[in-house]
């Protein structure tokens, strides 16, 4: 390496500055939810702060297993366009659940953020705590895809 920094050292870096803009991004996501467009939660807030810093960590672990996979910048941005398209329609962000076609909806419960993002409706709305079998499952999904990138 040049300089002497070596490889760990670089990706010892790189979490770290992951790490802080995932807190950014995940304290500016709950302060616009809740105090500037007035969102309500029934469940435990801190439960809710798990899951999206869990949802960015795992989002971000992906970019860095894409960055090192691949040296051109185009390719890793065809592919980011094209992952989050998929993600998106796949997994009932887009086009709900309840609409897919049975086979579809199997392969639309492999998608890293269908799990979490019931997890997250079920704490807003259900008022599920982190005990509950869904939230449980969300977040278990979402390290288990932090484990896979890395």
Not at 64 to 79: F, R, Y
Request: negative net charge; contains cysteine; hydrophobic residues 55%.
């Amino acid at each position: 390496m040049l300089a002497g920094v070596t490889s760990l050292e670089i990706l010892i870096v790189q979490i770290l500055t992951s790490f802080v803009v995932v807190l950014v991004s995940v304290t500016e996501t709950v302060l616009l939810a809740f105090f500037v467009i007035d969102l309500t939660i029934i469940g435990n807030g801190l439960t809710l702060i798990i899951i999206l810093f869990l949802a960015c960590a795992a989002g971000s672990f992906a970019g860095i297993l894409l960055s090192c996979a691949t040296d051109d910048i185009k390719k890793i941005s065809m592919i980011t366009l094209a992952c989050g398209q998929v993600l998106s329609n796949l997994s009932g962000a887009v086009w709900p659940l309840e609409g897919q076609h049975y086979i579809l909806r199997y392969f639309s419960f492999l998608m890293p953020i269908t799990l979490p993002s019931i997890s997250i409706r079920d704490v807003m709305l259900r008022g599920y705590a982190i005990g509950e079998k869904s939230v449980l499952t969300g977040i278990s999904v979402l390290m288990a895809w932090m484990v896979a990138c890395l």
